[in-house]
């Protein structure tokens, strides 16, 4: 299930011991609405095993800042509470599953 990441309930979020795909994206952006329906997917294929996350990066600085996000979209990759991975930019399906997949 896709679930929105907030400044109020990241420490929350990232408390779980699941690895956590963030989805930092705008309402404004275009390449962030081509990939919004490929996260929509991915959380619902991936229920249980990874928690999948959208944050609006204009509504989020504290989140955006801790981050350091720059560009948008960008989708991070976290594991053990760390980042271990990242994408800039629209990328294909197969790329998420791929950096996913890893993280399992």
Do not use: H
């Amino acid at each position: 299930m896709l679930q929105t990441i907030t400044n109020s309930n990241y420490s929350e979020v990232l408390a779980s011991t699941l690895p956590i795909v963030i989805d930092f994206s705008a309402t404004w952006c275009g390449p962030c609405k081509k990939i919004s329906p490929i996260i929509d997917e991915l959380a619902e294929e991936y229920d249980g095993r990874v928690i999948v996350c959208k944050a609006d990066v204009d509504e989020n600085d504290d989140l955006t800042l801790r981050y350091g996000i720059r560009n948008v979209p960008t989708v991070l990759f976290i594991k053990g509470g760390e980042v271990v991975d990242k994408t800039v930019g629209a990328q294909p399906k197969a790329t998420f599953v791929e950096k996913i997949n890893a993280l399992l």
